[in-house]
């Protein structure tokens, strides 16, 4: 089960919940899952695995993903999100050291902020990071921003989206890098990257994920003042 496909059933599985007024005790006797577990997935405080979800469909002869879509009707008060959002930028200068304090407020508070517009609510950890390096001409250059979508490690034995996507890689010696990915065998944790400059100077490479510090789909492209279309 891919990683999209897994979230579209867990937000189901949680609006089925609700639909049917299912009790950690009723999700239990349906599973056979450990009650602790069961507990932390409906407290969301664990993410349900994909043989969690794989199992309710079995049993109740169903599919998540015909739920996900659903309109849970409420009392409440729908949410309102602001207009912008601050990022944390990491620039060039500051690379090396996001790298080795990725995590680390202090270092995160010194770096700069851009802005994101905001019509619907964020989630999960957003990053900007300025290019460097013509490895991915003509269509990110050097001074480029890129916003980031952090994709959590606990994700990355799914099949990652690279068809969909590029990616911001930080590699424990090879440093941050924005490449796309051509192939990730979800067995080896091994990914290919691919620069996108045709001059011959960047040869693809292979990563494995354990040596990866974190990882981002690029989710927003934003060009250092040039205006010339390319691929028109």
């Known amino acids: 089960m ?17 639909i049917r007024k299912l009790r950690n005790k009723d999700i239990v006797d349906i599973t056979g899952a450990d009650k602790g577990n069961v507990s932390k997935y409906m ?3 664990l993410q349900p695995p994909d043989n969690f979800i794989t199992t309710i469909e079995n049993k109740l002869d169903i599919n998540l993903s015909d739920f996900a879509d659903y309109t849970i009707e409420s009392n409440l ?13 990491v620039t060039n200068k500051a690379r090396a ?8 407020d202090d270092y995160l508070k010194d770096l700069p902020v851009v802005l994101v517009e905001a019509d619907k ?23 480029d921003i890129v916003i980031g979508r952090e994709i959590k490690r606990d994700l990355w034995q799914y099949k990652l989206h690279y068809k969909d996507y590029d990616f911001i890689i930080a590699h424990g010696t090879k440093g941050i890098m924005l490449k796309e990915i051509t192939n990730h065998n979800v067995e080896t944790g ?15 490479f292979t990563l494995n994920l ?8 690029v989710v927003e492209h934003r060009t250092s003042g040039r205006t010339k279309r390319i691929n028109r």
């Open 121 to 143: 609510e964020y989630k999960g950890k957003y990053m900007a990071f300025e290019i460097d390096g013509d490895s991915m001409e003509p269509y990110y250059y050097s001074g």
């Open 210 to 217: 354990h040596e990866v510090s974190f990882l981002y789909n």
């Open 43 to 45: 407290n969301k405080k």
């Open 2 to 18: 891919d990683q999209l496909t897994l979230e579209e059933k867990i937000i189901g599985f949680y609006n089925l919940v609700i």
């Open 77 to 89: 008060k729908p949410k309102t999100y602001p207009s912008h959002i601050e990022v944390r930028l």
């Open 97 to 104: 050291g996001y790298t080795d304090s990725y995590y680390a």
């Open 190 to 204: 091994e990914i290919v990257c691919h620069s996108l400059n045709t001059d011959g100077k960047y040869k693809d």
